[in-house]
């Protein structure tokens, strides 16, 4: 009797989502059992036993490596998917990755945007491909690609006489209704997930500032300095100082509501803002510039995303102060 194989499916999840479900119609194709941790959560030392578990229980490892490196296991210091391509590889499963090619991942980047690629981990993420295509992988543009490479994956292995898989006892007439009621509920979990991750990316939308996350563009107001014009007449006791650009756009948010004109009266305290500053927080859309009609000047104000940034800066600065 045919044995079952128990083909345990890892990947990066959110940019993967579709891969992965035609992987795991193509393992219940092709008469074997897909295994994964799509209702586990990423992090939890308890959860990465439970994966440890399940890869020595299942007889192939299959890897699905699109254009991202995961979040980092701190333990390791490696994404959860390399830690977990490392510990089947450890544990003796056989391996063997399925790779998305170039095109295809730049169809990707246009088609959903910069977070289906690796930005924080680069490195990792290039070391780990190099690993990953110096062993049996083959590339895909597509889900098709995918299905084509694990049947004829799986049909090598069912002739690996070390793997022990499924052997189906009386019950095997029934083996058929319970792979597909296992696909159905396996498909009604991806839509879950995409759906929840759908929500957490309408709320992520409303903290960010046209891509950019209130921490990166808090640090970069921390990080950058601007020296102050050595005129004590003008700026008193700050004459020839160094602030923060954080502490003038937070300390003059009142300043910058009401707005800068560059005429020709325009006071040196002005001028220092509208032409020292204030390009400094245009480059992030915390202020926007507005031609006066029938002027010939600009207006400098706070924008909607100024506004936004100033409003959480002042709620974590109160938030924080209470706690203390």
Not at 75 to 100: C, L, M, N, Q
Not at 281 to 288: D, H, I, K, P, S
Request: charged content about 35%; hydrophobic content about 35%; overall charge neutral.
């Amino acid at each position: 009797m045919k044995k079952r194989l128990q083909v345990f499916i890892s990947s990066t999840y959110t940019d993967l989502i579709e891969e992965r479900q035609a992987a795991v119609e193509a393992v219940l194709n092709a008469g074997h059992i897909p295994a994964g941790m799509e209702l586990f959560k990423s992090g939890d030392q308890s959860q990465k036993e439970t994966i440890k578990r399940w890869i020595d229980e299942s007889d192939v490892y299959m890897l699905i490596l699109g254009g991202r490196y995961g979040s980092i296991d701190q333990e390791t210091g490696k994404s959860y998917t390399h830690w977990e391509y490392d510990y089947a590889g450890k544990a003796g499963k056989p391996r063997f990755a399925i790779v998305i090619n170039e095109e295809a991942l730049n169809e990707k980047v246009k088609e959903k945007g910069q977070d289906v690629i690796e930005r924080a981990n680069y490195q990792k993420y290039q070391e780990f491909k190099k690993e990953v295509l110096s062993k049996i992988s083959r590339f895909f543009s597509d889900d098709k690609d995918i299905k084509i490479a694990i049947l004829e994956s799986l049909k090598e292995q069912e002739n690996n006489k070390d793997l022990k898989g499924w052997v189906s006892g009386e019950n095997s007439g029934n083996m058929e209704k319970i792979l597909q009621e296992n696909l159905s509920l396996v498909k009604e979990n991806i839509k879950l997930k995409e759906r929840i991750n759908q929500m957490k990316k309408k709320i992520e939308v409303q903290h960010e500032f046209d891509g950019y996350s209130y921490e990166e563009i808090l640090c970069y107001l921390k990080e950058t300095k601007v020296q102050i014009p050595n005129d004590p007449e003008i700026f008193e006791e700050s004459a020839g100082t160094e602030f923060s650009l954080l502490k003038i756009f937070t300390g003059l948010k009142d300043v910058f509501s009401i707005g800068l004109e560059n005429s020709y009266k325009m006071e040196k305290f002005d001028n220092f803002l509208f032409y020292k500053v204030a390009p400094k927080l245009l480059n992030f859309n915390l202020l926007e510039k507005n031609k006066i009609a029938g002027r010939p000047y600009q207006r400098i104000q706070i924008s909607k995303n100024g506004h936004k940034f100033v409003a959480m800066y002042e709620m974590k600065k109160l938030k924080k102060a209470t706690e203390d």
